[in-house]
């Protein structure tokens, strides 16, 4: 455990130190949700049509953004090695780092989802569902990019092939976190798909640190 | 008109639909013979590179009895 | 970091003997010729029931034809990644050095296998449907299938090292094919939430085994076709890492 609370504190400790470079992601979230009126015009009923959508979108793919840094500043002086080397679980602090991840990118995420839902028009009964959504999903984002992450360390251009490994790999959060925001609009229940999401970011948490330590000591030997 | 068709044509004809089904049909014929020539091709170029480096290399011993493909995985001197 | 050769199979002689690549190519070689014969054999067949020799669908008409060429090709998409899969779980598991050809081998053939039921999907859909891509449930996992068929072959090329390539790319087919159920089932549900009940499954209304037959038929013709290209593109990757090994001797014996 000590290990665990030791690198979370770690990366929490460097995400702050970065300063503005860690809320890139969030940044990136809201800015490009905010495309869309400008790409598809400002009626308010389409908006509304493809607000829940269009942020889990840009959820994903702020979380792959910022994804990069998981590994690759580790991997690159040597402090990944030291890790695996070191007697505790690989696996516990790997877990560790997706938690400081969710932290640092998706929990603003969740702050930033209101403002989204105003700049797309969400109906209001969509709000709730929306930010339960977001907050039981983007743990899973964290969680399952990470194998992606751990799979590409030090491989060239891995930014762009992370992206390409992990999207389908999202596809069933997208389904059902948009999926419950668009069930409460239309006046039906919500909580199956939460529910369902809920299952899904358990099932991450629990085995993807795994599953990215394997990749990490296949990229290590 | 369909009814004027000999048979042949009717068959070509495929009741109407022949602009769906023949280049379906014939993008699948097209591909799986350009995989196959494509793969031949390149087995035959590396074939005819092995050739020349194993040629470069007379008195290495025949590579039946070393270790196979995962040579890599060795720790080379 | 120095690691041990893999020790001998326990469950068996004759994968272990496999491991020797001139054995591979003798038992290839022998098996060669009758995956040809089988592959024209039924794709011969295939065509002339598939085209010819077979009823037309009440509704679909004709274009019911196509199905024989789009559900195998479904078929074998997902045989092949599950192909990846399994050799990705041997080559990491049992290390066994055909593995990982075994796996770089089957990409291609399975990102074209992906492409034709993608491609012959749409085709069917338009006279079908009205619509040249439609997103009902099969189609939308065959395309999501697609990307991950490209993402093995990028992350294979990713590394000049080809042992890291391997175990980068068994690993990925291995998480794929384990979240592959949970998409499929994502991928269904969202599927019957959007799509109006009234769109025909794109199998036709009822399977006549008249039409039965045909579908299996090129579905079996579509497996020889595997066998053979597998078989041959596995030579290839065997000769291309006998080139590569010789190439680096002779690069690490000209150093001074």
């Known amino acids: 455990m000590n290990a665990f609370r030791a690198t979370l504190s770690r990366d929490m400790l460097i995400a702050r130190r970065e300063g503005g470079e860690s809320l890139l992601a969030v940044i990136f979230f809201v800015l490009g949700a905010m495309l869309f009126p400008l790409g598809v015009g400002p009626e308010g009923k389409l908006l509304a049509l493809m607000a829940a959508g269009v942020i889990w979108v840009m959820a994903l793919l702020a979380t792959l953004l910022a994804l990069d840094r998981l590994f690759q500043a580790d991997w690159r002086d040597g402090t990944l090695e030291l890790m695996a080397l070191a007697p505790d679980s690989l696996t516990l602090i790997v877990a560790a780092k997706c938690l400081a991840h969710w932290l640092v990118t998706g929990l603003p995420m969740v702050i930033a989802a209101p403002v989204m839902a105003l700049l797309l028009n969400l109906p209001p009964e969509g709000w709730p569902p929306l930010l339960a959504a977001l907050l039981i999903g983007s743990p899973a984002l964290s969680f399952i990019g990470a194998i992606c992450a751990a799979l590409i360390v030090g491989a060239r251009r891995g930014g762009v092939l992370m992206t390409l490994l992990a999207l389908p790999l999202y596809v069933p959060s997208l389904i059902f976190g948009a999926g419950a925001v668009q069930a409460a609009i239309g006046g039906f229940d919500a909580s199956a798909h939460l529910m369902a999401l809920g299952a899904i970011t358990l099932a991450a948490i629990a085995l993807c640190p795994w599953a990215a330590a394997a990749a990490l000591r296949q990229a290590m030997e | 008109m369909t009814e004027d068709m000999s048979p042949l044509m009717s068959f070509f004809h495929m009741g109407g639909y022949w602009a769906y089904i023949w280049p379906a049909y014939g993008v699948v014929a097209v591909l799986f013979i350009a995989l196959l020539v494509w793969t031949l091709v390149t087995l035959k170029r590396s074939r005819l590179e092995l050739e020349a480096l194993e040629a470069l290399a007379p008195r290495r011993r025949r590579r039946n009895t070393t270790s196979p493909a995962g040579g890599h995985d060795d720790a080379q001197p | ?256």
């Not at chain 3, 209304?205 to 595997?226: E, N, Q």
Request: aromatic fraction near 12%; charged fraction near 10%.
């Open chain 3, 1 to 256: 970091m120095a690691e041990a050769m893999a020790s001998p199979n326990p469950s068996g002689g004759f994968f272990h003997r496999l491991a020797n690549p001139a054995r591979f190519q003798r038992l290839s070689a022998w098996l060669m010729p009758w995956l040809v014969l089988i592959a024209l054999g039924c794709f011969g067949a295939g065509l002339y029931y598939g085209l010819y020799a077979s009823p037309i669908d009440y509704q679909q008409k004709d274009t019911v034809r196509i199905m024989y060429v789009h559900v195998p090709a479904a078929w074998l998409a997902m045989m092949s990644y599950s192909t990846l899969a399994i050799s990705g779980f041997v080559a990491l598991v049992w290390r066994h050095p055909l593995a990982n050809v075994a796996g770089a081998a089957t990409a291609p053939i399975g990102a074209v296998f992906t492409f034709l039921a993608l491609f012959t999907g749409a085709i069917w859909g338009q006279p079908t449907w009205g619509t040249w891509w439609v997103w009902d449930a099969r189609l939308t996992s065959v395309l999501i299938l697609f990307f991950m068929f490209l993402g093995y072959i990028a992350i294979h090329n990713a590394f000049d090292d080809q042992a890291r390539a391997g175990r980068a790319a068994s690993l990925l087919a291995i998480v794929g094919v384990v979240i592959l159920p949970v998409i499929k089932f994502s991928v269904d549900w969202w599927n019957t939430l959007h799509q109006p009940a009234s769109v025909s499954k794109l199998s036709g209304s009822s399977m006549d085994p008249a039409m039965l037959r045909p579908l299996l038929i090129m579905a079996v013709a579509y497996m020889a076709l595997f066998g053979v290209l597998l078989l041959l593109r596995m030579r290839l990757e065997l000769t291309r890492r006998r080139v590569e090994a010789l190439q680096m001797a002779r690069a690490g014996a000209a150093t001074p």
